[in-house]
């Protein structure tokens, strides 16, 4: 029994089994009818917006469909909504999960906006006095945040 | 070796374990995506990178303090990579890689963690049953231990970074698979899957090519991994497969109502095949797993374990037959090989129910 021919026989499964054209669809998702390229102003930018940690450029992204580093998305900001809208039923923006260490203020934040849309519906049915206490905690928290973020460009 | 030493080593416990719901769902699948903030994603990282990347994933397991074991990819034979790809350890794509891929394993093989796939990192939990709730817990504690020791790529408005735009925000796939041949019979699943993809979701086969699903046996998973917060998309998930296996149960119902004597005479020729067939294709191998499951639900069977289906389904891999074989096997030997080993399978449990000794 050879075991090389073993093993080649299982290195050849694998590579044919990762047929996933992602990719394609990805480009094509983008140029869908001409008609949209020519209205859209950005189309001719886009050749020139590049990242600034990796050097993909907007094209190299959408030709293979991948991210080169996670700088890309900062330096993609303006080209992805459109793209992530499609691919993720509408939405650009995330509603999940945060890093527990990470997160830092972006947690506080999130209490603060859902805080606003409680003191809306407060104001709404009158309750003004509780409406008066959410706003003391909106304000704490932002005062908190700007804290944070003051430390944080010092450092 | 014997076959039950070599199904101890073979079989992970979600294969064999019972679950919730699990005449109908056999396992449940949780994958998150996460990146190290400060490399260069696998599409164009150079191999220092990938060592650093491994190197840092390295202090955050350790750290993280849950007894895993890493297995380097270049450390494996491509029969041994094929085997964990067949159970789902590992991603096809992992087992191509050399260099600084590996899969971290936990004992039971219900946690792997793939460093330097498609992404960094790939936390996968496999439960069985239906248990997406469960999956989802343990999936995001292991995903905090890790964060506590390793910095992840993390945008306000983008959630977690991907390698890949599909996967971007939670980086969550939930994923049941599902044995559904009742509606499979009655000639419903081309009516549902395209319904399920107005939620979002997708369904596939994960066995055989394109649409076609050996074994009956489909995988729905969530699409949109943006927008919607982790639990959310579960319990969208969970909603749809509820509905899916009402829909079987009212299926198979109908199917022993309308032509109960055809179904049993289609489960026990199948049952006959598996039993004492000496050269199966996997084809024919996994329909008849598949009508066996179906009798032992409905009481056709008894003497048959009911993870037999589960078992075999991945057993009966070209990978697997070759590992107990102890050598590479020709597609014809593979099928002679199938066939046994379905046979012997079977017999364990016949011999058990008799009372009798192994084999």
């Known amino acids: 029994?050879?075991?090389?021919?073993?093993?080649?026989?299982?290195?050849?499964?694998?590579?044919?089994?990762?047929?996933?054209?992602?990719?394609?669809?990805?480009?094509?998702?983008?140029?869908?009818?001409?008609?949209?390229?020519?209205?859209?102003?950005?189309?001719?930018?886009?050749?020139?917006?590049e990242c600034s940690g990796c050097q993909m450029t907007f094209d190299q992204f959408l030709k293979i469909g991948k991210f080169g580093c996670p700088k890309c998305y900062e330096s993609f900001r303006d080209q992805l909504p459109p793209i992530l809208k499609r691919l993720h039923s509408g939405n650009t923006v995330h509603q999940g999960k945060l890093p527990e260490r990470q997160g830092g203020t972006i947690h506080m934040k999130r209490k603060v906006s859902d805080l606003r849309v409680e003191l809306k519906s407060l104001i709404e049915q009158e309750e003004f006095e509780q409406a008066a206490t959410i706003r003391d905690q909106i304000r704490s928290l932002e005062k908190e945040i700007d804290g944070e973020r003051g430390g944080a460009d010092e450092s | 070796m014997s076959?039950?030493?070599?199904?101890?080593?073979?079989?992970?416990?979600?294969?064999?374990?019972?679950?919730?719901?699990?005449e109908i769902?056999?396992?449940?699948?949780?994958?998150?995506?996460?990146?190290?903030?400060?490399?260069?994603?696998?599409?164009?990282?150079?191999?220092?990178?990938?060592?650093?990347?491994?190197?840092?994933?390295?202090?955050?397991?350790?750290?993280?303090?849950?007894?895993?074991?890493?297995?380097?990819?270049?450390?494996?034979?491509?029969?041994?990579?094929?085997?964990?790809?067949?159970?789902?350890?590992?991603?096809?794509?992992?087992?191509?890689?050399?260099?600084?891929?590996?899969?971290?394993?936990?004992?039971?093989?219900d946690i792997s963690l793939m460093v330097n796939e498609e992404d960094h990192l790939r936390i996968q939990c496999l439960f069985p049953g239906l248990q997406l709730k469960e999956a989802l817990r343990k999936a995001l504690e292991i995903d905090d231990a890790i964060e506590k020791h390793f910095d992840y790529a993390f945008d306000e408005n983008f959630g977690y970074l991907t390698t890949c735009p599909t996967n971007v925000g939670t980086g969550l796939r939930a994923s049941v698979m599902m044995h559904l041949p009742g509606l499979m019979m009655t000639h419903q699943?081309?009516?549902?899957?395209?319904?399920?993809?107005?939620?979002?979701?997708?369904?596939?086969?994960?066995?055989?090519?394109?649409?076609?699903?050996?074994?009956?046996?489909?995988?729905?998973?969530?699409?949109?991994?943006?927008?919607?917060?982790?639990?959310?998309?579960?319990?969208?998930?969970?909603?749809?497969?509820?509905?899916?296996?009402?829909?079987?149960?009212?299926?198979?119902?109908?199917?022993?109502?309308?032509?109960?004597?055809?179904?049993?005479?289609?489960?026990?020729?199948?049952?006959?095949?598996?039993?004492?067939?000496?050269?199966?294709?996997?084809?024919?191998?996994?329909?008849?797993?598949?009508?066996?499951?179906?009798?032992?639900?409905?009481?056709?069977?008894?003497?048959?374990?009911?993870?037999?289906?589960?078992?075999?389904?991945?057993?009966?891999?070209?990978?697997?037959?070759?590992?107990y074989a102890g050598g590479f096997l020709r597609p014809v030997e593979r099928d002679i090989r199938r066939a046994s080993l379905i046979r012997e399978r079977l017999e364990m449990d016949v011999s058990k129910d008799k009372g009798g000794s192994d084999l």
């Open chain 2, 189 to 323: 699943m081309n009516r549902i899957i395209p319904a399920i993809g107005q939620f979002g979701l997708v369904a596939r086969g994960i066995y055989g090519e394109g649409s076609e699903a050996l074994g009956n046996i489909f995988q729905i998973s969530n699409q949109t991994t943006l927008g919607k917060s982790e639990e959310d998309i579960t319990e969208d998930l969970l909603h749809v497969v509820d509905q899916i296996i009402t829909q079987e149960k009212a299926a198979r119902e109908a199917l022993v109502k309308s032509s109960g004597i055809q179904l049993e005479d289609r489960v026990f020729r199948s049952y006959g095949t598996l039993r004492y067939s000496r050269v199966i294709e996997s084809k024919e191998a996994a329909k008849c797993l598949s009508d066996v499951r179906l009798g032992i639900d409905l009481g056709f069977i008894e003497n048959v374990s009911r993870s037999i289906l589960n078992e075999l389904m991945i057993l009966t891999q070209p990978g697997f037959l070759q590992q």
């Open chain 1, 1 to 49: 029994m050879c075991e090389v021919c073993a093993q080649d026989k299982g290195e050849a499964f694998m590579n044919d089994d990762g047929a996933f054209s992602f990719n394609h669809l990805l480009a094509g998702l983008l140029n869908v009818s001409p008609v949209m390229k020519q209205n859209q102003p950005t189309q001719n930018r886009r050749e020139t917006v």
């Open chain 2, 25 to 109: 769902v056999l396992s449940t699948r949780i994958r998150l995506a996460r990146n190290h903030n400060r490399y260069a994603f696998p599409t164009v990282f150079t191999k220092e990178e990938a060592e650093q990347t491994a190197q840092a994933m390295r202090t955050a397991v350790e750290q993280a303090g849950y007894p895993l074991e890493e297995l380097k990819m270049q450390d494996l034979q491509g029969l041994e990579k094929r085997v964990l790809v067949e159970k789902h350890l590992i991603s096809p794509n992992l087992a191509e890689d050399a260099g600084s891929s590996s899969v971290w394993l936990s004992d039971q093989e």
């Open chain 2, 3 to 22: 076959l039950k030493r070599f199904l101890n080593q073979a079989v992970s416990s979600w294969m064999n374990e019972d679950g919730p719901a699990s």
